[in-house]
């Protein structure tokens, strides 16, 4: 089973700050999904990754699959208190699917 | 469109006594996983359907844990008996293509607190 090593496992900013956390394995990955999860509801898909080098963007977050697609890094710019939450990376496939340890990030007024 | 149903939301109970949770995943969708969370261990994986069949149940804890799925529509998680270990947030999740790439929906999570 992959590992996936996620850091900062914690982070507290105020609002407007950029920040970036990232997902790291030994292995490469076949492709990676971010999720996020708020406080008392399931994670929820955020973006897909597939080729080495990939950059995709969804508002304020840019996502960047690593070229040898063994880390991956998700980074905020402008934080809100809406971005609160826990990051999850996830890789693998079928039985095999793993989710990263985690950040939480929350974002304070 | 429902999303994946999961019941109950809560459950509190004393160790010993059996626990079912309950998972309707949405329509369509022909894998279901069986998820456990904690903050010590995080998100783990307990069991993977495809097609109603059980693929891997390698993430099941022990003995006292079993799913079944009997038709596409609707899955069980069993605990019996339970122990105050079990105490976690347990999360249904179903998708229709293949994960990673395909979209894992996960419901809402049933809480569950053994005594």
């Known amino acids: 089973t992959q590992l996936l090593e996620q850091s900062p496992q914690f982070l507290s900013i105020q609002e407007g700050e950029n920040l970036t956390v990232y997902c790291n394995s030994s292995s490469v990955f076949s492709s990676l999904q971010w999720y996020r999860q708020e406080p008392g509801e399931g994670p929820v898909l955020l973006v897909t990754?597939?080729?080495?080098?990939e950059v995709k963007k969804l508002k304020r977050l840019t996502f960047q699959f690593g070229d040898a697609r063994k880390d991956s890094s998700l980074h905020i710019t402008a934080a809100q208190p809406g971005d609160t939450g826990l990051y999850l990376c996830l890789t693998g496939g079928g039985n095999k699917l793993t989710f990263g340890t985690g950040t939480q990030l929350k974002v304070e007024l | 469109d429902a999303g994946v149903i999961q019941s109950p939301r809560h459950e509190v109970t004393e160790m010993g006594q059996e626990v079912t949770l309950r998972c309707k995943p949405i329509s369509g969708h022909n894998s279901l996983f069986w998820y456990r969370q904690t903050m010590m261990r995080g998100l783990e994986l307990l069991i993977y359907?495809?097609?109603?069949?059980?693929?891997?149940d390698s993430g099941m804890p022990e003995d006292r844990f079993s799913a079944k799925m009997p038709n596409a529509s609707f899955s069980t998680l069993k605990i019996q008996p339970s122990e105050p270990r079990d105490s976690a947030v347990y999360f249904c999740?179903?998708?229709?293509?293949?994960?990673?790439?395909?979209?894992?929906?996960f419901g809402e999570g049933s809480r569950l607190t053994v005594l």
């Open positions: 359907f495809n097609n109603n069949v059980p693929i891997d």
């Open positions: 990754v597939v080729t080495g080098g």
């Open positions: 999740a179903s998708s229709f293509s293949q994960v990673p790439t395909g979209e894992l929906f």
